[in-house]
């Protein structure tokens, strides 16, 4: 078990282009989450998925972002149309639906710049 | 609305003294709280959570907090810390809101910063 790992760990990119980042989530755990976080701020829910169902998203999710898990195992979040607003730490995080209160175990996230 | 709020941005303290990280949280049903901690370009650690039972919690690297339920707060200790510990905190809380305990929300996180 080598914990959440995301790709890429930085991304820079110019407004208007399209990034794509993929999360892969420890391997028995059947839930897996997006997070984004500011500067200075907490992490703030975008959307979760429970095997391949996204089950809910976040108004902070707007039609520009779409993510999706295809056959319950890892995970991808597309940005389209970057803005300067984008720029944020994208985590991602992953449970087992029966493990204690819901812990999460997180990745080392995706450091997004958008130029 | 459910929130969480940590009532200090940063907390300076000198190495071996106490330490405590204070949080609130505002929720009308049960919830389960958590503490976090992320180092400089890393993710989040979990370093402890109040599920239910004893309200004093413990955790890893020496941490514990208490659960006060009529105070709502989840306030995080530690008798002595290392300089080793200067990292950023965040309490967390999930609960049966919006379908379940499906969700964290956070802080705005304590930055802890130990002088020698």
């Known amino acids: 078990d080598t914990g959440v790992s995301q790709n890429p760990r930085h991304k820079i990119t110019k407004r208007g282009q399209n990034v794509t980042f993929r999360c892969d989530p420890i391997?028995?755990?059947?839930?897996l989450y997006w997070y984004r976080q500011t500067l200075g701020q907490g992490p703030e829910f975008l959307t979760y998925?429970?095997?391949?169902?996204?089950?809910?998203k976040s108004r902070l999710l707007s039609d520009r972002f779409s993510a999706e898990r295809p056959k319950g195992s890892f995970s991808t979040l597309e940005i389209q149309r970057t803005e300067q607003g984008d720029s944020a730490m994208y985590l991602c995080?992953?449970?087992?639906?029966?493990?204690?209160?819901?812990?999460?175990?997180f990745g080392p996230g995706t450091r997004l710049t958008v130029l | 609305a459910q929130s969480v709020t940590q009532l200090d941005s940063q907390v300076p303290v000198f190495e071996e003294a106490p330490v405590e990280l204070r949080c609130n949280y505002s929720?009308?049903?049960?919830?389960?709280l958590f503490w976090y901690v992320q180092y400089p370009n890393q993710g989040l650690q979990l370093l402890l959570k109040?599920?239910?039972?004893?309200?004093l919690v413990k955790g890893i690297n020496g941490f514990e907090a208490e659960f006060n339920k009529s105070q709502t707060s989840f306030h995080l200790r530690k008798p002595s810390v290392h300089i080793s510990d200067t990292a950023e905190y965040f309490c967390a809380v999930s609960g049966r809101f919006s379908g379940g305990y499906n969700k964290l929300i956070f802080g705005a996180g304590t930055r802890l910063a130990v002088h020698p």
């Open positions: 995080a992953s449970s087992w639906i029966q493990g204690h209160g819901n812990e999460q175990f």
């Open positions: 998925f429970q095997n391949e169902a996204q089950l809910e």
């Open positions: 391997s028995e755990h059947n839930r």
């Open positions: 109040y599920l239910s039972g004893s309200t």
């Open positions: 929720s009308s049903v049960s919830v389960y």
